[in-house]
């Protein structure tokens, strides 16, 4: 079904007795075309779900994003999608040329910060992090490991874990008693090992049975240590709550939100320390053999991730792409581990990331973080914050409609010399700016001034 056609669709108004009828039950219309699309999606049926999705996006107002001649993200001065494609190896060469030799546009993260500090080798850390998703119905390894205490075994830390599993995230099946007897194990864990620094995981709000920051008060007055909550999640306002209260206890709230709503909304602004995203550098790092040629590993169920990946399973069967597009669901027990998700990137020429959570919301991943460490070039939707970090078109690619994801797909498998040299620009960047030994330096610094 074509746009315009979709578009009268959705417009058409009943007359007569049918416009008297009482409203027909069930879900609103955009909701069904939504389902109908993720059904399609499952079944490999793309024609048909991206038909469904396009109808859900024109209904929702979107309708921009599947339009024919949608003009390209950010390039007010070419007017078309026509123009676009006719002047896109004319934009990489301007954008690679003003970065060369004038370093424009900046990226505002490296202006508004101090990056680096005093070398934390011989530094004692301990994380408390959890090892399993939390609302994930099975054993889904978390990455929190493999990001912050890695990273900081590789900055020159000292470095131990205790799993907070069982003491951490209240909800429903929460076990007061259980996470009383693994709170005693905590303090034990402490006193053995005598950390300089504990650094934990803040990503939800806690209760007076969970881990929380009266015990930790106590932990820390007892032993001197400094803390450093992580919330990876500081994207929207629905997290100040838990940025107050972790507050009230840690000398540090690391986050890589740029201009977070805990900066205005929360009680500690002068607490949040802004930072780039640590990467594990023994896990992801670039590698010489490329056996794929696009891929994609995760979960699909943040809201427009199935529409871009029907996109790009089209075109990669198009073209015969050698591709790990593994999109799934957390409870299906499909998820790679760690090593095994680091081995199918570095073996990729492209990579996906995907931005939207719950529109409007968007969101940085780690896996921006991941893919442009590792030299792959990263396809990304368009979004504010990685702008803050990266430079586009010379970094990696924004897309921000169906058409400019399926060009660029098309584009890089034709030109692999320009998604080399892409990845290697941004690998450099990554090893210049953002190694984990200049993100750890940094945070431990601002906990001692804290």
């Not at 746009?3 to 009268?8: H, I, N, T």
């Not at 205005?264 to 002068?270: C, I, L, Q, T």
């Not at 702008?387 to 890089?412: C, G, K, Q, T, W």
Request: proline share 6%.
């Amino acid at each position: 079904m074509g746009l315009r056609a979709l578009l009268g669709k959705v417009r058409r108004r009943p007359t007569g007795a049918a416009a008297s009828a009482p409203p027909p039950q069930g879900p609103p219309l955009h909701e069904r075309r939504y389902t109908d699309g993720v059904r399609h999606f499952e079944a490999g049926e793309l024609d048909e779900a991206l038909a469904a999705f396009s109808e859900f996006l024109i209904i929702i107002g979107r309708g921009a994003w599947v339009a024919a001649e949608t003009p390209p993200y950010g390039l007010p001065n070419i007017r078309s999608y026509r123009d676009f494609e006719g002047a896109f190896q004319a934009l990489l060469d301007e954008s690679s040329r003003k970065w060369s030799s004038l370093h424009e546009p900046f990226p505002r993260f490296l202006k508004a910060v101090e990056v680096g500090g005093a070398s934390i080798a011989g530094k004692r850390l301990l994380f408390l992090l959890p090892q399993y998703i939390m609302n994930s119905k099975r054993f889904i390894e978390a990455d929190f490991k493999d990001h912050l205490l890695e990273s900081a075994a590789n900055a020159g830390a000292e470095v131990d874990v205790f799993h907070t599993d069982r003491c951490s995230y209240p909800g429903p099946g929460f076990d007061a008693e259980l996470a009383r007897t693994e709170l005693e194990h905590l303090a034990a864990k402490v006193e053995a090992f005598r950390p300089d620094i504990v650094v934990f995981d803040g990503n939800y709000v806690p209760s007076q049975e969970s881990l929380n920051p009266a015990y930790l008060q106590e932990l820390k007055s007892r032993h001197g240590f400094r803390l450093i909550v992580f919330i990876g999640d500081a994207w929207g306002s629905h997290w100040v709550p838990a940025g107050d209260r972790w507050g009230e206890v840690s000398d540090v709230i690391f986050h890589f939100a740029p201009e977070t709503p805990l900066e205005k909304e929360g009680k500690f602004p002068a607490k949040l320390c802004w930072s780039g995203y640590p990467v594990n550098e023994r896990n992801f790092y670039p590698g010489d053999a490329k056996s794929l040629d696009i891929s994609f590993v995760g979960t699909y169920v943040s809201r427009l991730r199935p529409f871009w990946l029907a996109i790009a399973l089209q075109v990669a069967n198009e073209l015969k792409l050698s591709h790990r597009l593994l999109p799934h669901k957390r409870e299906a027990q499909v998820a790679l581990t760690m090593d095994e998700y680091a081995a199918v990137l570095r073996q990729s020429r492209m990579v996906l990331n995907f931005s939207t959570r719950l529109e409007p919301l968007k969101m940085m991943t780690g896996r921006t973080w991941q893919a442009m460490t590792s030299g792959v070039l990263l396809l990304e939707e368009e979004n504010i914050y990685i702008a803050a970090y990266f430079v586009p078109f010379v970094h990696y690619i924004p897309f921000s409609n169906r058409n400019e994801l399926a060009y660029a797909v098309r584009f890089f498998s034709l030109h692999p010399e320009w998604a080399s040299r892409i990845g290697e620009a941004a690998s450099a960047f990554c090893k210049e700016h953002y190694s984990s030994a200049a993100i750890w330096s940094r945070l431990v610094d601002a906990a001692y001034r804290g």
